[in-house]
Nanobody, 116 residues
């Protein structure tokens, strides 16, 4: 059974940093692409950042470029999202998503709150 488990969320002041992790398990899980999405209060879920597993090619939403960095550790089946210079509008539940040829997998999310 495939599981994606996010961690690292919490409460942080504006300008602060957080590092999210997404650990995956399951022998059948062979994603070619991993990504982070977020859903803020009253908003639709949106793509934040993505990375290809093989080549490490990344893509970012315009709103986070230069502040967030996605990375992966293939040996540990873990994807990270380093978030710097956080703003109040970054407040959201952050979800990890894995894409395989057969289907997509989602984690349950981790809450990030940016507030003074």
């Amino acid at each position: 059974q495939v599981q994606l488990v996010e961690s690292g969320g919490g409460l942080v002041q504006p300008g602060g940093s957080l590092r999210l992790s997404c650990a995956s398990s399951g022998s059948i899980f062979r994603p070619y692409y991993m990504s982070w999405y977020r859903q803020g209060p009253g908003k639709e879920r949106e793509l934040v950042a993505g990375i290809t597993i093989a080549g490490g090619i990344t893509n970012y939403a315009d709103s986070v470029k230069g502040r967030f960095t996605i990375s992966r550790d293939n040996a540990k089946n873990t994807v990270f999202l380093q978030m710097n210079s956080l703003k109040s509008e970054d407040t959201a539940v952050y979800y990890c998503k894995g894409v395989t040829p057969q289907r997509d997998y989602w984690g349950r999310g981790t809450q990030v709150t940016v507030s003074s």
